[in-house]
T-cell receptor
Framework: SQQGEEDPQALSIQEGENATMNCSYK?????LQWYRQNSGRGLVHLIL?????REKHSGRLRVTLDTSKKSSSLLITASRAADTASYFC???????????FGGGTRVLVKP | DTGVSQDPRHKITKRGQNVTFRCDPI?????LYWYRQTLGQGPEFLTY????????KSRLLSDRFSAERPKGSFSTLEIQRTEQGDSAMYLC??????????????FGPGTRLTVL
């Protein structure tokens, strides 16, 4: 079963625009991670946010976490065509154990 | 390249055959995970190891699935008597529990299985 649910399922934007996607989950977590996957390839780790953190930045990425609402968001600023990929959130209920993934958001950045 | 590697990258087999996949984790990582991903879905957890100990295998899809990590380094995932429903991408990941890594899992490129 998948705990996280991403919203929207698909997103199409122009290069240079920002892309925002949301993730909701059901149970308590130790941390939440975001991954990117290009078509047919493996997953690339983007960012990890701990349950006691509210916001984290990495380059053009900004992640927020609201544990009271059991939700997280990923913002990609100044998008590029190379950002075209599927983005997944994954929750870790107890550090070091399995990740539970959502269904992903498919992002298309048009040049 | 010192990332997670998987072999083979692609496997086509006939229904009823056995298949085995290999995963080599990042060398200093003590945890190794197997996931399965079907088209359009997120990865689904199967099992994981800490060193050579298999800590959770309840999510292995049936008794046709088994995994080993005999020396705490590489791991193998075997599917016996494959069925068409086993067609998927099988992903391996590794992590280092403790320190500052906080369980970032690093994924390999996956093995794509097609069962005819």
């Amino acid at each position: 079963s998948q705990q996280g649910e991403e919203d929207p399922q698909a997103l199409s934007i122009q290069e240079g625009e920002n892309a925002t996607m949301n993730c909701s989950y059901k149970t308590s977590i130790n941390n939440l991670q975001w991954y990117r996957q290009n078509s047919g390839r493996g997953l690339v780790h983007l960012i990890l946010i701990r349950s006691n953190e509210r916001e984290k930045h990495s380059g053009r990425l900004r992640v927020t976490l609201d544990t009271s609402k059991k939700s997280s968001s990923l913002l990609i600023t100044a998008s590029r065509a190379a950002d075209t990929a599927s983005y997944f959130c994954a929750t870790d209920a107890a550090a070091g154990n399995k990740l539970t993934f959502g269904g992903g958001t498919r992002v298309l950045v048009k040049p | 390249d010192t990332g997670v590697s998987q072999d083979p990258r692609h496997k086509i087999t006939k229904r009823g055959q056995n298949v085995t996949f290999r995963c080599d984790p990042i060398s200093e990582h003590n945890r190794l995970y197997w996931y399965r991903q079907t088209l359009g879905q997120g990865p689904e957890f199967l099992t994981y190891f800490q060193n050579e100990a298999q800590l959770e295998k309840s999510r292995l899809l049936s008794d046709r699935f088994s995994a080993e990590r005999p020396k705490g380094s590489f791991s193998t995932l075997e599917i016996q008597r494959t069925e068409q429903g086993d067609s998927a991408m099988y992903l391996c990941a590794s992590s280092s529990l403790g320190g500052s890594s906080y369980n970032e899992q690093f994924f390999g490129p996956g093995t794509r299985l097609t069962v005819l």
